[in-house]
Protein backbone atom coordinates (compact mmCIF):
# COMPACT_ATOMS: atom_id res chain seq x y z
CA UNK A 1 0.00 0.00 0.00
CA UNK A 2 1.89 3.61 -0.15
CA UNK A 3 5.26 4.01 -1.62
CA UNK A 4 7.06 3.99 1.52
CA UNK A 5 6.76 1.59 4.49
CA UNK A 6 5.34 3.17 7.68
CA UNK A 7 7.96 3.25 10.44
CA UNK A 8 7.56 6.17 12.90
CA UNK A 9 4.15 7.02 14.46
CA UNK A 10 2.86 9.86 16.62
CA UNK A 11 -0.06 8.69 18.59
CA UNK A 12 -1.53 11.70 20.83
CA UNK A 13 -4.03 10.36 23.17
CA UNK A 14 -3.30 7.40 25.78
CA UNK A 15 -6.96 5.76 25.94
CA UNK A 16 -8.48 2.18 24.40
CA UNK A 17 -8.62 3.32 20.80
CA UNK A 18 -4.78 5.26 21.07
CA UNK A 19 -2.80 2.76 22.94
CA UNK A 20 -4.99 -0.21 21.07
CA UNK A 21 -3.46 0.73 17.47
CA UNK A 22 0.30 1.32 19.35
CA UNK A 23 0.31 -1.64 20.44
CA UNK A 24 -0.48 -3.64 17.33
CA UNK A 25 1.66 -1.38 15.46
CA UNK A 26 4.41 -1.93 17.72
CA UNK A 27 4.06 -5.96 16.92
CA UNK A 28 4.83 -4.56 13.35
CA UNK A 29 7.50 -2.95 13.81
CA UNK A 30 6.46 0.64 13.63
CA UNK A 31 8.57 2.84 16.15
CA UNK A 32 5.55 4.63 18.19
CA UNK A 33 5.36 7.31 20.88
CA UNK A 34 2.42 7.87 23.14
CA UNK A 35 1.18 11.57 24.17
CA UNK A 36 -0.78 12.44 26.50
CA UNK A 37 -2.34 15.41 27.95
CA UNK A 38 -2.30 13.23 31.46
CA UNK A 39 1.11 12.34 32.54
CA UNK A 40 -0.18 8.93 34.07
CA UNK A 41 -1.70 7.63 31.41
CA UNK A 42 0.95 8.39 28.74
CA UNK A 43 3.10 7.13 31.83
CA UNK A 44 1.00 4.05 31.26
CA UNK A 45 0.78 3.67 27.34
CA UNK A 46 4.44 4.13 27.17
CA UNK A 47 5.30 1.31 29.07
CA UNK A 48 2.40 -1.27 27.79
CA UNK A 49 3.75 0.17 24.42
CA UNK A 50 7.51 0.19 24.55
CA UNK A 51 7.21 3.99 23.29
CA UNK A 52 10.14 6.18 22.39
CA UNK A 53 10.73 9.86 21.37
CA UNK A 54 10.19 10.18 17.46
CA UNK A 55 10.93 13.16 15.36
CA UNK A 56 9.00 14.21 12.27
CA UNK A 57 6.85 10.91 12.60
CA UNK A 58 5.47 9.94 9.46
CA UNK A 59 1.96 9.82 10.68
CA UNK A 60 0.14 11.75 13.34
CA UNK A 61 -3.01 9.88 14.81
CA UNK A 62 -5.55 12.35 16.94
CA UNK A 63 -7.36 9.24 19.51
CA UNK A 64 -8.80 12.25 21.86
CA UNK A 65 -12.17 13.34 21.98
CA UNK A 66 -13.23 15.24 18.95
CA UNK A 67 -14.21 18.73 20.88
CA UNK A 68 -10.20 18.72 22.29
CA UNK A 69 -9.21 18.77 18.45
CA UNK A 70 -8.57 22.51 18.16
CA UNK A 71 -6.05 22.42 21.18
CA UNK A 72 -3.78 20.18 19.50
CA UNK A 73 -3.99 19.91 15.55
CA UNK A 74 -2.53 23.41 15.17
CA UNK A 75 0.53 22.77 17.33
CA UNK A 76 1.02 19.24 15.86
CA UNK A 77 0.46 20.65 12.51
CA UNK A 78 3.29 23.73 12.74
CA UNK A 79 5.74 21.17 14.21
CA UNK A 80 5.07 18.36 11.44
CA UNK A 81 4.21 20.13 8.48
CA UNK A 82 5.31 17.19 6.36
CA UNK A 83 3.64 14.41 7.97
CA UNK A 84 -0.15 13.32 7.57
CA UNK A 85 -2.61 13.30 9.95
CA UNK A 86 -5.96 11.13 10.99
CA UNK A 87 -8.19 11.01 13.90
CA UNK A 88 -10.04 7.95 15.06
CA UNK A 89 -13.44 10.08 16.59
CA UNK A 90 -17.02 8.10 16.66
CA UNK A 91 -18.83 11.73 14.55
CA UNK A 92 -16.50 12.84 11.54
CA UNK A 93 -18.85 16.50 10.29
CA UNK A 94 -17.65 18.04 13.12
CA UNK A 95 -13.64 17.33 12.28
CA UNK A 96 -13.83 18.23 9.14
CA UNK A 97 -14.79 21.93 10.43
CA UNK A 98 -12.08 21.25 12.84
CA UNK A 99 -9.70 20.98 9.87
CA UNK A 100 -10.91 23.59 7.81
CA UNK A 101 -10.34 26.23 10.28
CA UNK A 102 -6.65 25.86 9.49
CA UNK A 103 -5.05 26.58 6.08
CA UNK A 104 -3.34 23.78 4.09
CA UNK A 105 -4.28 21.05 6.69
CA UNK A 106 -6.98 19.59 4.79
CA UNK A 107 -4.77 17.73 1.99
CA UNK A 108 -2.81 16.33 4.72
CA UNK A 109 -5.85 15.03 7.21
CA UNK A 110 -7.86 11.96 7.01
CA UNK A 111 -10.90 11.52 8.94
CA UNK A 112 -10.86 8.04 10.26
CA UNK A 113 -13.55 5.72 12.57
CA UNK A 114 -12.45 2.41 13.43
CA UNK A 115 -15.55 -0.02 14.27
CA UNK A 116 -13.93 -1.17 17.30
CA UNK A 117 -13.95 -0.67 21.09
CA UNK A 118 -14.49 -2.49 24.43
CA UNK A 119 -17.10 -1.03 27.51
CA UNK A 120 -13.97 -0.72 29.23
CA UNK A 121 -11.60 2.54 28.56
CA UNK A 122 -8.03 3.51 29.06
CA UNK A 123 -5.18 2.21 28.30
CA UNK A 124 -5.15 -0.54 31.09
CA UNK A 125 -7.87 -2.20 28.38
CA UNK A 126 -5.96 -1.69 25.20
CA UNK A 127 -5.27 -5.31 22.98
CA UNK A 128 -3.30 -5.13 20.09
CA UNK A 129 -5.79 -7.23 18.21
CA UNK A 130 -8.56 -4.78 18.78
CA UNK A 131 -9.32 -4.27 15.27
CA UNK A 132 -8.88 -7.57 13.63
CA UNK A 133 -11.45 -8.51 10.95
CA UNK A 134 -13.39 -4.63 11.69
CA UNK A 135 -14.37 -1.74 9.67
CA UNK A 136 -12.71 0.75 9.86
CA UNK A 137 -14.07 4.16 7.92
CA UNK A 138 -12.24 6.37 6.27
CA UNK A 139 -13.87 9.82 5.13
CA UNK A 140 -11.29 11.19 2.24
CA UNK A 141 -12.80 14.37 0.22
CA UNK A 142 -11.27 15.66 -3.51
CA UNK A 143 -8.92 17.87 -1.09
CA UNK A 144 -7.26 14.51 0.26
CA UNK A 145 -3.75 13.98 -0.90
CA UNK A 146 -3.50 10.25 -2.36
CA UNK A 147 -0.03 10.00 -0.37
CA UNK A 148 -1.72 11.03 2.40
CA UNK A 149 -4.74 8.47 1.90
CA UNK A 150 -2.25 5.81 0.85
CA UNK A 151 -0.61 5.92 4.12
CA UNK A 152 -3.58 5.71 6.43
CA UNK A 153 -4.90 2.40 4.40
CA UNK A 154 -1.59 1.14 5.26
CA UNK A 155 -2.23 1.38 8.61
CA UNK A 156 -5.56 0.55 8.63
CA UNK A 157 -4.17 -2.97 6.74
CA UNK A 158 -1.35 -3.25 9.31
CA UNK A 159 -3.97 -3.68 12.20
CA UNK A 160 -6.22 -6.15 10.58
CA UNK A 161 -9.10 -4.03 9.98
CA UNK A 162 -10.89 -3.51 6.79
CA UNK A 163 -11.45 0.33 4.87
CA UNK A 164 -14.45 1.57 4.46
CA UNK A 165 -14.70 4.58 2.04
CA UNK A 166 -17.76 6.96 3.16
CA UNK A 167 -18.84 10.46 3.49
CA UNK A 168 -18.50 12.30 6.82
CA UNK A 169 -22.71 12.59 6.04
CA UNK A 170 -23.11 9.10 5.41
CA UNK A 171 -20.57 7.91 8.27
CA UNK A 172 -22.47 9.92 10.79
CA UNK A 173 -26.01 9.10 10.06
CA UNK A 174 -24.64 5.01 9.74
CA UNK A 175 -22.79 5.78 13.26
CA UNK A 176 -25.77 6.69 14.64
CA UNK A 177 -28.18 3.66 13.77
CA UNK A 178 -26.02 1.06 14.33
CA UNK A 179 -23.39 2.33 17.55
CA UNK A 180 -24.93 5.78 18.96
CA UNK A 181 -28.39 4.62 19.50
CA UNK A 182 -27.44 0.51 21.17
CA UNK A 183 -25.26 2.46 23.36
CA UNK A 184 -28.33 4.60 24.65
CA UNK A 185 -30.87 1.90 24.70
CA UNK A 186 -28.85 -0.05 26.67
CA UNK A 187 -28.30 2.85 29.02
CA UNK A 188 -32.12 3.19 29.32
CA UNK A 189 -32.50 -0.54 29.76
CA UNK A 190 -29.98 -1.01 32.21
CA UNK A 191 -31.24 2.33 34.08
CA UNK A 192 -34.87 0.54 34.74
CA UNK A 193 -32.77 -1.82 37.03
CA UNK A 194 -32.65 0.68 39.57
CA UNK A 195 -34.84 -0.60 42.98
CA UNK A 196 -34.84 -4.05 41.86
CA UNK A 197 -35.04 -6.46 44.53
CA UNK A 198 -31.55 -7.75 45.51
CA UNK A 199 -32.91 -11.13 45.37
CA UNK A 200 -35.01 -10.73 41.58
CA UNK A 201 -31.34 -9.52 40.14
CA UNK A 202 -30.38 -13.12 41.33
CA UNK A 203 -32.83 -14.26 37.66
CA UNK A 204 -30.84 -12.44 35.38
CA UNK A 205 -29.65 -14.42 32.54
CA UNK A 206 -27.09 -13.85 29.50
CA UNK A 207 -30.22 -11.86 27.52
CA UNK A 208 -30.03 -9.19 30.26
CA UNK A 209 -26.50 -9.31 30.47
CA UNK A 210 -26.19 -9.37 27.03
CA UNK A 211 -28.01 -6.35 26.07
CA UNK A 212 -26.68 -4.23 28.65
CA UNK A 213 -23.13 -5.10 28.15
CA UNK A 214 -22.56 -1.54 26.58
CA UNK A 215 -24.03 0.27 29.63
CA UNK A 216 -21.28 0.10 31.52
CA UNK A 217 -19.33 2.56 29.05
CA UNK A 218 -17.86 5.29 30.29
CA UNK A 219 -20.31 8.02 30.51
CA UNK A 220 -17.90 10.94 29.99
CA UNK A 221 -16.68 10.01 26.11
CA UNK A 222 -20.13 9.03 24.97
CA UNK A 223 -21.79 12.04 26.20
CA UNK A 224 -19.56 13.86 23.70
CA UNK A 225 -19.93 11.24 21.15
CA UNK A 226 -24.17 11.78 21.11
CA UNK A 227 -24.09 15.31 21.59
CA UNK A 228 -21.55 15.94 18.48
CA UNK A 229 -24.34 13.57 16.35
CA UNK A 230 -27.19 14.62 18.18
CA UNK A 231 -29.02 15.63 14.95
CA UNK A 232 -28.52 12.49 13.51
CA UNK A 233 -29.58 10.53 16.79
CA UNK A 234 -32.99 12.51 17.49
CA UNK A 235 -34.55 11.38 14.21
CA UNK A 236 -33.60 7.54 15.38
CA UNK A 237 -35.00 8.15 18.72
CA UNK A 238 -38.24 9.67 17.35
CA UNK A 239 -38.95 6.31 15.45
CA UNK A 240 -37.91 4.59 18.81
CA UNK A 241 -40.63 6.39 20.57
CA UNK A 242 -43.24 5.99 17.96
CA UNK A 243 -42.45 1.97 18.03
CA UNK A 244 -42.46 2.18 21.75
CA UNK A 245 -45.77 3.83 21.85
CA UNK A 246 -47.23 1.30 19.38
CA UNK A 247 -45.78 -1.31 21.57
CA UNK A 248 -48.01 0.07 24.68
CA UNK A 249 -50.90 0.13 22.02
CA UNK A 250 -50.40 -3.23 21.21
CA UNK A 251 -50.31 -4.95 24.52
CA UNK A 252 -53.60 -6.83 24.68
CA UNK A 253 -53.28 -7.88 21.45
CA UNK A 254 -51.03 -10.83 20.92
CA UNK A 255 -50.76 -10.46 17.04
CA UNK A 256 -50.15 -6.46 17.18
CA UNK A 257 -46.97 -7.57 19.58
CA UNK A 258 -45.45 -10.67 17.25
CA UNK A 259 -45.36 -8.65 14.40
CA UNK A 260 -43.19 -5.86 16.40
CA UNK A 261 -41.06 -8.91 17.89
CA UNK A 262 -40.36 -10.41 14.08
CA UNK A 263 -39.93 -7.21 12.80
CA UNK A 264 -37.04 -7.20 15.21
CA UNK A 265 -36.13 -10.45 14.54
CA UNK A 266 -35.87 -9.59 10.53
CA UNK A 267 -33.33 -5.96 11.60
CA UNK A 268 -31.07 -8.67 14.22
CA UNK A 269 -30.81 -10.83 10.64
CA UNK A 270 -29.19 -7.48 8.77
CA UNK A 271 -25.90 -7.92 11.17
CA UNK A 272 -23.25 -9.74 9.21
CA UNK A 273 -21.01 -9.81 12.22
CA UNK A 274 -20.18 -7.41 15.86
CA UNK A 275 -19.75 -4.13 14.51
CA UNK A 276 -19.78 -4.77 10.84
CA UNK A 277 -16.78 -7.11 11.58
CA UNK A 278 -16.12 -10.87 10.13
CA UNK A 279 -18.29 -13.17 12.63
CA UNK A 280 -15.78 -15.62 14.25
CA UNK A 281 -17.39 -19.40 14.68
CA UNK A 282 -16.27 -20.44 18.09
CA UNK A 283 -17.16 -23.97 19.28
CA UNK A 284 -18.43 -24.17 22.92
CA UNK A 285 -17.01 -26.58 25.79
CA UNK A 286 -19.70 -26.49 29.35
CA UNK A 287 -17.63 -27.81 32.02
CA UNK A 288 -19.09 -28.45 35.63
CA UNK A 289 -16.57 -27.23 37.84
CA UNK A 290 -17.36 -27.53 41.79
CA UNK A 291 -17.38 -23.85 43.82
CA UNK A 292 -14.03 -23.82 45.05
CA UNK A 293 -10.81 -21.96 44.67
CA UNK A 294 -8.24 -22.86 41.88
CA UNK A 295 -10.81 -24.26 39.80
CA UNK A 296 -10.91 -21.67 36.62
CA UNK A 297 -6.61 -21.40 37.08
CA UNK A 298 -6.49 -25.16 36.63
CA UNK A 299 -8.31 -25.61 34.01
CA UNK A 300 -6.50 -22.53 32.37
CA UNK A 301 -3.50 -24.60 33.23
CA UNK A 302 -4.51 -28.07 31.57
CA UNK A 303 -4.95 -24.82 28.37
CA UNK A 304 -1.46 -24.52 28.28
CA UNK A 305 -0.49 -28.12 28.52
CA UNK A 306 -2.28 -28.90 25.54
CA UNK A 307 -1.67 -25.37 24.03
CA UNK A 308 -5.27 -24.70 22.91
CA UNK A 309 -6.57 -20.94 22.63
CA UNK A 310 -9.72 -19.85 25.14
CA UNK A 311 -11.04 -17.06 22.96
CA UNK A 312 -14.23 -16.15 25.41
CA UNK A 313 -15.92 -17.59 28.61
CA UNK A 314 -18.79 -17.26 30.79
CA UNK A 315 -19.54 -17.97 34.32
CA UNK A 316 -23.03 -19.49 35.36
CA UNK A 317 -23.24 -19.53 39.26
CA UNK A 318 -25.76 -18.66 41.74
CA UNK A 319 -25.16 -17.46 45.43
CA UNK A 320 -25.02 -21.16 48.15
CA UNK A 321 -24.57 -23.33 44.35
CA UNK A 322 -22.07 -25.67 45.20
CA UNK A 323 -21.00 -26.12 41.54
CA UNK A 324 -21.08 -23.65 38.63
CA UNK A 325 -20.69 -24.08 34.42
CA UNK A 326 -18.28 -22.92 32.71
CA UNK A 327 -18.43 -22.50 29.26
CA UNK A 328 -15.31 -22.11 27.13
CA UNK A 329 -15.01 -20.93 23.27
CA UNK A 330 -12.87 -22.17 21.35
CA UNK A 331 -11.97 -23.01 17.43
CA UNK A 332 -13.75 -26.17 17.25
CA UNK A 333 -10.25 -28.28 16.90
CA UNK A 334 -9.16 -26.89 20.09
CA UNK A 335 -12.71 -27.57 21.30
CA UNK A 336 -12.13 -31.12 20.96
CA UNK A 337 -8.59 -31.98 21.97
CA UNK A 338 -9.34 -29.97 25.46
CA UNK A 339 -12.85 -31.70 25.62
CA UNK A 340 -10.89 -35.17 25.80
CA UNK A 341 -8.09 -34.05 27.45
CA UNK A 342 -10.36 -32.86 30.07
CA UNK A 343 -12.60 -35.86 30.27
CA UNK A 344 -9.31 -37.87 30.63
CA UNK A 345 -7.97 -36.48 33.77
CA UNK A 346 -11.56 -36.47 35.92
CA UNK A 347 -12.89 -33.34 34.84
CA UNK A 348 -16.72 -33.11 34.60
CA UNK A 349 -17.04 -32.33 30.87
CA UNK A 350 -20.51 -32.35 28.79
CA UNK A 351 -20.99 -32.23 25.09
CA UNK A 352 -19.44 -29.50 22.94
CA UNK A 353 -21.79 -27.22 20.80
CA UNK A 354 -21.52 -25.26 17.93
Given amino acids: MGSHPLTKVRVIGSGLIGTSIALGLVQKGVMVQMVDADLNAQALATDLVGGVEIIEPELVIFALPTPLLPLVI ?3 FELNPNSTFMDVGSV ?5 QHIEAISGLATKFL ?4 MAGRELGGARAARADLFQGRSWVLTPDAATDPAAKSLVLQLISMLGAVAIELSAADHDSAVARVSHLPQIVASLMAKQLIGAAPEWMELAGPGLRDTTRIAASDEGLWKEIIYANRSEISQLLIQLETDLKLMIQSLAEPAAIAALLAAGRTGRALIPGKHGGVAREYTYLPIVIDDKPGQLAAIFNECAVMNVNVEDLSIEHSPGQLSA ?3 L ?3 EGDAGKLADHLSSIGWNVHPIRN
Fill in 92 to 96: KAEVL
Fill in 111 to 114: PTHP
Fill in 329 to 331: ALS
Fill in 74 to 76: GRE
Fill in 325 to 327: LIT
